[in-house]
């Protein structure tokens, strides 16, 4: 929504363009007009319109706006609301151009879950991109990824160091082996236990 402020309309009013502004920042996004101390921290106190208010497009020329003068104006008297699409935010990843789509999950499903579930639906849309475009998931799959990236590296390193400490335990290679060989035993054991 982009408002267009009538000058003229607006002075002879006793109005202006920065009182509009902070009336609906105020009543919009909210204005900080003190602040509390929680300990050693400050906690600002926003004062903002209800949000069902906020949500209510239809019914913004609707605020009244205070002048100089002390008279309240509606903003529809003073300015034209008009719908303008606007470019959005171009967000960068890694040089290249991003465009990120977020969305919640019912209750009791994870993220990865549904991530898999989708993957081999958007297939065909993928395999139809032009070459400089891609579909990629992020979010909880990318951090699993990278998590397990970082642990494969170091897989080889903490299986020989733990097959050392059990031979050192153990004092020969044969029993070693036979721990090795229980260990699936052991497993099964253990989750049943739980």
Same mark, same amino acid.
Do not use: C, H
């Given at each position: 929504?982009? !408002?267009?402020?009538?000058?003229d309309h607006a002075r002879a009013?006793?109005?202006?363009?920065?009182?509009?502004?902070?009336?609906?920042?105020?009543?919009?996004?909210?204005?900080?007009?003190?602040?509390?101390?929680?300990?050693?921290?400050?906690?600002?106190?926003?004062?903002?319109?209800?949000?069902?208010?906020?949500?209510?497009?239809?019914?913004?020329?609707?605020?009244?706006?205070?002048?100089?003068?002390?008279?309240?104006?509606?903003?529809?008297?003073?300015?034209?609301?008009?719908?303008?699409a606007r470019e959005p935010i171009?967000?960068?990843?890694?040089?290249?151009?991003?465009?990120?789509?977020?969305?919640?999950?019912?209750?009791?499903?994870?993220?990865?879950?549904?991530?898999?579930?989708?993957?081999?639906?958007?297939?065909?849309?993928?395999?139809a991109l032009p070459a400089d475009?891609?579909?990629?998931?992020?979010?909880?799959?990318?951090?699993?990824?990278?998590?397990?990236?970082?642990?494969?590296?170091?897989?080889?390193?903490?299986?020989?160091?733990?097959?050392?400490?059990?031979?050192?335990?153990?004092?020969? !290679?044969?029993?070693?082996?036979?721990? !090795?060989?229980?260990?699936?035993?052991?497993?099964?054991?253990?989750? !049943?236990?739980?």
């Open positions: 929504m982009r !408002f267009e402020i009538d000058q009013l006793g109005g202006s363009s920065g009182e509009v502004a902070l009336t609906l920042q105020t009543l919009l996004s909210g204005a900080p007009v003190t602040a509390l101390r929680d300990g050693n921290r400050l906690a600002d106190v926003v004062v903002r319109a209800p949000p069902e208010e906020r949500a209510a497009v239809d019914r913004l020329g609707d605020i009244t706006v205070a002048t100089r003068s002390g008279a309240s104006v509606p903003l529809s008297q003073i300015a034209r609301e008009t719908v303008i171009l967000w960068r990843r890694n040089g290249e151009a991003v465009l990120s789509v977020r969305s919640d999950v019912v209750d009791g499903a994870q993220g990865p879950d549904m991530t898999a579930a989708i993957l081999p639906r958007l297939a065909p849309l993928i395999a475009y891609r579909i990629t998931a992020g979010g909880a799959v990318e951090e699993s990824a990278k998590a397990n990236a970082a642990l494969v590296q170091v897989l080889p390193v903490m299986f020989l160091i733990v097959l050392t400490l059990i031979m050192l335990q153990m004092r020969r !290679f044969s029993r070693t082996i036979l721990v !090795f060989v229980t260990f699936p035993m052991g497993f099964i054991g253990a989750s !049943f236990a739980l």
